[in-house]
């Protein structure tokens, strides 16, 4: 095996819902580059890389998502993909039934950001930690997040592997047609249960500006009537999604608090990328990323006054918005570029 590029040994990737239609969708430029996790870039360079989509294929395919949450329903077709497989990167939840699989059949395991938030349950704590000890590694988005989980479920910290989350800088940057602070619109995307529309409805409700949240309802399901000045879309293709960046003048990204994981990271780069200054929660995995008031501006989690003041501030200085976004725009192309994320993959895959 070649231990610079891997390419001697084979590779199935395994994603939380079937991916393979993704690779289409790539190639005629309606998706961004990153939405495979570095397998499409992989397999350009001459990977033997393959996708596994067998559990979200068949009749069963309704059953395992719905139960998916509490255990892993294998199909046999799974196993026959990983027969041939030296890797099995599993891009998803962490799974015991999966890690132990992979372990009775002699294959190397690599989870690729499994890490959420540390559960509560003492029980759930402990099927984790058996999952960190029989996986060969862990690659994950944030050194402090590595940190830890390192520290609270006792395993080795070498275990962890860190690539920073990257973009498809092209792919966002060919579509950018925005103009700064052209009108008092606002945009916030995010579909996680990390988000906090609350406050940030509440932090513009005196103020009436126009808000965008582009979300899914069940994020928004203790609100029982939306005011006016608020408009929320579901599904929209990137034409549409650029389209809104073009009519919007601040990118909100607003997060609970006490958040260790990398929610809100991709609205706040394709944010940055459509020329877009943007207003986030303070996160230990965000400030590892961003500089408050060079790239950025920060606030605190659940705090109204500070978020409110923050929006004030950048309609009122036209000057410190476009910084922002020109300096935003410039940390993206030199640093998180795919390119960053796929060479730190290939070298972490080369060596499990």
């Not at 006792?154 to 940057?173: A, I, N």
Request: charged share 30%.
């Amino acid at each position: 095996m070649d231990q610079n590029t891997g390419r001697k040994r084979k590779y199935i990737f395994m994603y939380p819902d079937i991916a393979r239609p993704t690779i289409g969708e790539i190639e005629k430029g309606r998706a961004p580059r990153e939405r495979l996790a570095g397998f499409y870039q992989l397999k350009e360079q001459g990977w033997d890389v393959e996708i596994s989509d067998s559990r979200w294929e068949g009749k069963l395919s309704v059953v395992r998502r719905r139960f998916k949450r509490y255990f892993t329903i294998p199909s046999v077709k799974m196993f026959k993909d990983w027969w041939p497989a030296d890797v099995i990167v599993i891009k998803d939840d962490f799974s015991l039934f999966l890690t132990l699989s992979a372990k009775m059949l002699g294959k190397k395991l690599v989870y690729l950001d499994s890490m959420f938030a540390i559960p509560k349950s003492n029980i759930r704590k402990y099927f984790i930690k058996l999952n960190l000890l029989f996986s060969d590694k862990i690659i994950c988005f944030s050194e402090t997040q590595a940190d830890l989980w390192a520290n609270t479920f006792g395993v080795s910290r070498s275990k962890f592997l860190v690539s920073h989350y990257c973009v498809d800088v092209d792919f966002y940057r060919q579509n950018h047609t925005v103009e700064i602070i052209k009108s008092k619109n606002i945009i916030a995307i995010g579909r996680d249960v990390g988000r906090d529309f609350y406050i940030l409805i509440d932090a513009v409700k005196e103020k009436e500006f126009p808000l965008t949240l582009v979300t899914l309802p069940y994020l928004l399901s203790d609100v029982d009537v939306l005011p006016k000045y608020v408009s929320v879309k579901e599904k929209l293709s990137y034409e549409e999604l650029f389209r809104l960046y073009s009519q919007s003048s601040i990118s909100v990204v607003s997060l609970k608090g006490a958040l260790t994981y990398p929610s809100g990271i991709r609205a706040v780069m394709e944010a940055m990328l459509q020329g877009v200054p943007v207003i986030a929660t303070r996160t230990p995995v965000l400030e590892e990323y961003f500089s408050h008031g060079k790239d950025i501006l920060f606030v605190e989690a659940s705090s109204v006054k500070d978020l409110s003041e923050k929006i004030d501030s950048l309609f009122k200085d036209e000057a410190l918005a476009i910084k922002l976004s020109e300096r935003a725009v410039s940390k993206m192309e030199s640093d998180f570029s795919l390119v960053h994320y796929v060479k730190d993959l290939g070298n972490y895959l080369a060596k499990t």
